[in-house]
């Protein structure tokens, strides 16, 4: 199972980035995906999350809402994260997780760096 989270890049405050969570070895559908960022010396901390196919649900924490979009591409077993009017204060790295209760499972992407310059 892999999930291979690319997107990142470097823009001024105001700009835009997509990141995206591929995956391969599971079928996202069936799992909550979310993105979380890290800042250096800081903890992880979640950004947005989607639900399952069944399920559904979309959260975005207070600190991205109306500037962060999270949404599915089925067919390319995709999840995205659309990035608008970015800050200074998004700079982190971020990760996708891809996690369901039953069976359990958890996996993890490898990063990819954000940095908002003002």
């Known amino acids: 199972v892999q999930l291979q989270a690319s997107g990142g890049g470097s823009v001024q405050s105001g700009g835009s980035l997509t990141l995206s969570c591929a995956a391969s070895?599971?079928?996202?559908?069936?799992?909550?995906v979310g993105w979380f960022c890290q800042a250096p010396g800081k903890e992880r901390e979640r950004v947005s999350c989607?639900?399952?196919?069944?399920?559904?649900?979309?959260v975005h924490e207070d600190s991205v809402k109306g500037r962060f979009t999270i949404s599915r591409d089925v067919a390319n077993n995709t999840v995205y994260l659309q990035m608008t009017n970015l800050k200074p204060e998004d700079t982190a790295t971020y990760y996708c997780?891809?996690?369901?209760?039953?069976?359990?499972?958890?996996?993890w992407g490898q990063g990819t760096l954000v940095t908002v310059s003002s």
């Open positions: 997780n891809a996690n369901r209760w039953r069976p359990p499972y958890d996996f």
């Open positions: 070895g599971i079928t996202l559908n069936y799992y909550a």
């Open positions: 989607i639900g399952s196919i069944a399920d559904g649900r979309i």
